[in-house]
């Protein structure tokens, strides 16, 4: 039964290669602005630099480009005056611009390099508005879009002459609120200084690029990805924001995903090893229909399917092809219900088939005798119920976490055919990971669709991610939150955390993504917990900053045998923030972070603590 499900899921596969055809290409106009030549106060190193890079990308995307640097204000207001004609009659428009900006008397103000701005009421003056930036892609049809890379720490904030009419004087940029359905995208939050960088390119603008480059991104989810990438890139100093929202319901993409072809004849043989002992004509047929005429398989296949005199395959009691597959039993074999040594050792905390009450090990973490006790309770376990589902999976689980992934795979596959959903979840894994089995994002959501139906509330998280990354499925941000819901209605701290995610980045309420945070870090999730420290760290969400409590929560993470806890631990010893500065004590920290693969661990140790 198991095997025939899973021959259907194959033959659904091979049906849906087809590829679709290509709708009309929307017309798109992008102005990008590079502003780095600013008298009197030094050259800014990037912006001419990044300008010339995005607009290449926006080409190289199917963007007519206008690029010009280096503007006065006549020059960037005659930019704007004619690209406002062009946005009129597009589907896209898109200002990119890259240079200094700051907020004066609340107005947000883009600043020409002709700008002198001795005094606060001259920037109305001398500088372009951001309003006036964002009226210009105001008639686009579709997609309406302004990215400001311009926060950088300004000089003409300190040098300018207050007057009274105009009492605030902000570096940075104060929060945008577009009309019309346009988006506004900065480099930094409100508030916020952003780095030039010390490369050829900003953060902000090398990362935006990287992403606009992949294809299959829809437009929140690549800034969202951007967002992570600056953060990362800036050790949590900086936080790219958007603002607005484009109120169609339609998807953006800059790079399309990509059209998914069917693999030539070596996929479509390694297809075959697994379906030549099938007796199920309908997926015969499928596969023979996807074969080329002249293909060497077809004789192959057409004489299995005379073997079969034309029988008909039963029928599948509650399977469907391209649905989600129907529940497992909720018993195919009998439980193990007393807790085992290879429950101790290797049990995951989420399994239903886990005894009540019994903890799990939320992170299989151990050096390779560990390892060893843990196979050979669970082997010893398995011979005294050879039959029980949970052992089998537990086994696979941590032959698996010891990089055994060709043992691991048997038992994983053994436990899911008895009805694990764990077993099941962990196979979808491997498959999406390319761990011991060749990567198929179609597996993949195969086995967690199977284990979804069953009630596995990560395999709806794991959905959700594989829709909001456009993996085997149509990238689909709208599908991705309500796979987290659900996730979350059943009680997945991965899924609590990726909703809070949304909710912070997307929706922007930061009330509710606070709560699912804590949520999921109350959960297990050690992702929550690092990213309830950064928030505290960086006063983002939250009432202060508190490093204290910082640190609470990067030492749970820690704890848990999070390797980015461990790095931000170290961070903030090695800073003295919450915690006496102690560059030896911060030096223990990053050695366990690079252990356990974090990058910045081992970047700062290369960095900073090489003569240490």
Known sequence: MARMALWRAVAFVLV?????????????????????????????????????????????????????????RAQMLQALQDFNDEADHADWALVYYAGHGMEVGGVNYLLPTDVKLRTDRAAQDEAVSLNRVLETVEGAKKLRLVILDACRNNPFADAMTRTARVRSVDRGLAPAEPQGGVIVVYAAAAGQVAQDGDDQHSPFTSALVKRLREPGLETHRLFDIVTADVLDATHQRQRPFEYGSNPSREEFFFKPPAPVVAKPDAGLEQVWGFLKTSTDAPTLKAFLDRLPADHPLRGEVEARMATLGGSKPKAEEGMQVAAIPAAPPSVVAPRVSEPTDCDRLAADP?????????????RLMFNQANADAAVDACRTALQAAPDGRRLGFQLGRVLAQAHNYGEATVDLAKAASLGSVAAMFKLGALYQDGQGLPQDFGEAHYWYEKAAAGGYADAMDALGRMSAAGEGVPQ??????????????????????????????????????????????AGGDSEAMVRLGALYTFNQGVPQQNYVTAREWFEKAAASGDADGMYHVGVLYENGHGVPQSKAVAREWYEKAAAGGNALAKQALVLRFKNH
């Open 16 to 72: 849906s290669l087809w590829l679709a055809a290509p709708a009309a290409a929307d017309t798109r106009v992008a102005l990008v602005i590079g502003n780095s030549a600013y008298a009197g106060v030094g050259a800014l190193t990037n912006p001419t630099g990044d300008s010339e890079l995005m607009a290449q990308t926006l080409r190289d995307d199917g963007f007519r480009v206008t690029l010009v640097q280096n503007t006065t």
């Open 350 to 362: 989420d399994d239903p088939d886990l005894p009540k009450g019994f903890p799990g090990v939320r």
């Open 476 to 521: 689909s941000s709208v599908t991705a939150r309500e796979w987290y819901e659900k996730a979350v209605a059943g009680g997945s701290a991965r899924g609590m955390f990726h909703l809070a995610f949304l909710y912070e980045s997307g929706e922007r309420n930061e009330i509710k993504a606070m709560e699912l945070f804590e949520k999921a870090a």
